[in-house]
């Protein structure tokens, strides 16, 4: 049922969304260590970046999210930006999709369940191992939702996905895969269905463009309940006539 209600607010919500809602991104962990990426067939591969997690505020309230996208990039100084697709992370992509690269088949077991249940157990930032600061948490959440969207298996440190030290503090680049490694395991042990919002983000020019995973519910802008209000009543009515 919880499944269903999602998938209708998210089918509600998504042309709305696409007109009118504006929101800014802000790095929220630029001091930590810097990665090379090793994902083979997206345009990310051998690219040198930031991890961690991105602060939004604006029209769907204030949150943290993190990259599901590794395929398209985009400096936080192109703000404002505006959201023109929410879905769900379970429709993110399965196995041979192609999502993953230009033509390269995606590794047997992905799925954006997993990222969706390490997204809502760990962005808290409540991790059971209070020798690892916020930061890195943040690191390792998002290398690890990486990980279980363009891998099939459990290491940040081999495979189809895995990352490199390129510069920064290069213990708290250690703590950070050792946190990544270390939720993955959780995962693999604790997994139950979850779920989560899919959200494309736009630059103003609507060219640069890049996709994040956010939390299940997010504000309605007024102008939505409104929307959702008179469907509804279009449903009622419809019925109504239909048994006349």
């Keep these: 049922m919880k499944r269903i209600l999602l998938a209708a607010v998210a089918l509600l919500l998504a042309p709305a969304f696409a007109q009118a809602t504006t929101i800014t991104l802000a790095a929220v962990t630029p001091a930590m260590p810097t990665a090379q990426v090793h994902a083979a067939g997206t345009n990310a591969d ?55 690269g230009t033509g390269t088949p995606a590794p047997a077991g992905l799925t954006g369940q997993h990222a969706a249940w390490l997204y809502n157990t760990f962005r808290n930032l409540d991790y059971y191992d209070a020798s690892f600061s916020d930061d890195e948490q943040r690191w390792g959440l998002q290398a690890a939702i990486w990980n279980v969207l363009y891998d099939s298996d459990a290491s940040l440190t081999g495979g189809w996905f895995f990352l490199t030290y390129a510069a920064g503090d290069a213990v708290a680049f250690s703590h950070g895969v050792n946190v990544a490694e270390l939720m993955l395991a959780r995962l693999s042990a604790e997994y139950t269905a979850s779920d989560a919002l899919w959200l494309r983000v736009r630059n103003a020019s609507g060219v640069d463009s890049q996709d994040f995973i956010g939390p299940e519910s997010v504000p309605e802008p007024g102008s939505l309940l409104l929307l959702g209000s008179g469907l509804l009543g279009l449903g009622v009515l419809v019925r109504r006539r239909a048994r006349r």
């Design 46 to 100: 051998g690219r040198v970046i930031r991890v961690g997690s991105v602060a939004v505020t604006g029209d769907l309230g204030a949150f943290e999210t993190y990259c599901v996208d590794l395929n398209h990039a985009h400096s936080v100084a192109g703000n404002p930006f505006t959201v023109d697709l929410i879905d769900l992370m379970s429709n993110w992509g399965e196995a041979g999709s192609g999502v993953t």
